[in-house]
């Protein structure tokens, strides 16, 4: 079954008039990872989420897309502009784009209107992030979860925070250490599933919180997987932890790094072998209640 979107519609009070649309696409193009796309029909602000490997727009129709439309009240102008929210997806990134859309409504003097509603509302987070909840366990309830992976929530919500904070992490490391994107994966045939972190050996590197595998890459280019236990034993007197950031942060120094130059061959005795892993987007994560 498609993963059909929650449709958020957004209206105005009659006295501030229609929106300038214009003005409205100016601020998307203003922001990064937003691109619009035109036909006869609408208009589509899709936001690239690289972090997370999806998408999720806003639209503007040249048709309403409400229904209930004359039901609704006249103080309110329908502007036939909309929000896509995806229904399975993290509720971090669920809050982020949440967050955003009251930005935009306090932007342009918006109102929200949802099917589920009985009449336009005020723009309040607690309301859409309901919605989001009450829809997405709907979902789950009728199709299941296809493919997706179900996750511990705390566990999931510190894995967003630390991808998409890499930037502000490598500063707050002092540019010391390398931090890598973490990297669900899964073996299937096995049922094996965890967060992959990865190190090119001999780097100072700062670790993805709660991973489960270390893909490691030698000085040749040749890489090789080992879990985690494994790789604390043989690695825990190089590795230094903080919890200032995110709780499970391991991260290993300059000087730390060049002592463990000789734990190669100890570390590739643990290799991973009989395993066939696909890499899974952050996306392809649910929480776990």
Known sequence: MENIPVNIHFFRPTPKGRIDYRELLEYFQS???????????????????????????????????????????????????MLCLPILIPIFAAKEIINFTQKVCKTFDLSIYHESFEDVRTFNVADLYGLFISSQQAYLEEYGPGEKIFYDTNNLSEICKYQRTLDNLNECMHN??????????????????????DWNFGIPTVFAPHFDFVLIKDEEGEKFMIRRVDFLRIMDKYLSKTDAYLPDLYYIKPKQAKSAKGTLGKLRKFMIVDRNFEELRIVDLLDKK
């Open 31 to 81: 922001l990064p990872n937003f691109d619009i796309y035109t036909d006869q029909n609408e208009v589509d602000i899709v936001y690239n989420d690289s972090d997370f490997g999806f998408e999720y727009e806003f639209k503007i129709t040249k048709v309403s897309q409400v229904k209930a439309i004359y039901k609704l009240d006249p103080g309110y102008l329908n502007i036939n502009f």
């Open 176 to 197: 010391d250490e390398e931090v890598n994107p973490c990297t669900p994966v899964i073996d299937r045939a096995n049922d094996e599933f965890g967060i992959r972190t």
